[in-house]
């Protein structure tokens, strides 16, 4: 498998949220203030009628996937809608039609990490597409009941890179404060911040707010861990050891990162549930970090982790 650089890759933008998030409108004003650089919108409606479509106009150019969720029942015409993309990248720079970044607007019954996952079990899209960012809005009004109530509104939460609290001026602050104490309990890793109509909010100050009680989903909340890479250590000796425990942690691992330095350069390693995109090269750059990896899960021992990998690595040297 031979790894290409970060840079000729599609990079793909997801924009998820429960039903009712606000994700049109949130994204009309990302588009309005030039947030995307050059953008083709891939607009996916669960619903056979599409209606998001026609808010964004005719200046960004959109392909519309109606009638299917891309996480589940519309997954193949999701990947078909990627090829495409891909396919038109062969063109010249510049060429019309051709697009560095998709912008992917979920349905809201949609959970990210499932399309994510659908990307990398593709056989080509992995070596042509990067999942750049996972953005997920949060209705401030409505998440607490959606959350108490959906699993898929927690998997959508567990899935963000960066959480955008949306309609944070119809909740009381108090209620805000809480729902915020919940994101961070259930996502640690995600930046959140808020957005009324366009326009960035600031979130209540209430560093001691209670997380909500989340007693009908019995999961534990997902943790970060760090795992520093022994010196030395062979990459390959180190992605079978990786995958073997992405196959015995199963679903409590919701996300791998970091940054491995090897032979070949520096290798950027994301992952998403058991499955892991092929490694992108990173430029060259003497950030401390690299050789950590942080692993995002449930129910992980860091310590036991740590050893696990030593000892891998011991046999090896
Ligand atoms: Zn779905």
């Known amino acids: 498998m031979t790894p290409e650089t970060g840079a000729d ?4 933008v997801i924009v998820g949220g429960y039903l009712g998030a606000g994700k049109s409108t949130w994204l009309r004003h990302q ?8 953008p083709h919108l891939v607009i996916n409606e669960a619903a056979e009628l599409a209606v998001d479509d026609a808010i964004f106009g005719t200046d960004t150019p959109a392909t519309l996937l109606a009638g299917g969720c891309a996480c589940c029942a519309g997954r193949s015409e999701f990947l078909t809608a990627l090829r495409q993309l891909c396919d038109r990248r062969s063109g010249p720079v510049g060429a019309r039609g051709r697009t560095d970044l998709a912008v992917l607007e979920t349905s809201g019954l949609a959970d990210p990490a ?22 997920v809005l949060v209705d401030a009004q409505n998440a607490a009941a959606q959350l108490a109530a959906e699993p898929l509104s927690r998997a959508q939460i ?5 959480l955008v609290l949306t309609k944070t001026d119809l909740a009381p602050a108090g209620d ?7 994101l961070s ?25 209670d997380p909500l009680p989340l007693a009908d989903n ?7 861990i760090q795992i520093t890479l022994p010196e030395g250590l062979d990459w390959s000796a180190f992605a079978v050891w990786l995958s073997a425990l992405l196959t015995a942690h199963g679903d409590d691992i919701v996300r791998v990162k970091g940054t491995v330095r090897t032979p070949a350069g520096r290798l950027l390693l994301q992952g998403i549930r058991t499955h892991v995109q092929p490694p992108e090269i990173l430029p060259a750059s ?26 891998f690595a011991a046999r090896l040297l």
């Open 158 to 162: 567990e899935a963000a890179d960066r």
């Open 286 to 311: 003497d950030l401390a970090r690299d050789g950590t990896i942080v692993l995002i899960g449930r129910n992980m021992d860091a310590h036991r982790i740590t050893r696990s990998l030593a000892r």
């Open 9 to 12: 890759r599609l990079k793909l």
């Open 185 to 209: 309990r259930l996502n640690p890793g995600a930046v959140i911040s808020a957005d009324i109509r366009g326009v960035a909010a600031t979130l209540p100050d209430h560093p001691d707010a």
């Open 218 to 224: 019995a999961a534990a909340p997902i943790a970060p």
């Open 176 to 182: 805000t404060a809480r729902l915020i104490a919940t």
């Open 31 to 38: 588009l309005h203030v030039g947030a995307f650089s050059n």
């Open 114 to 135: 499932a399309i994510a996952q659908a990307i990398q079990s593709d056989p080509m899209l992995p070596f042509h597409v990067t999942l750049a960012e996972t953005i």
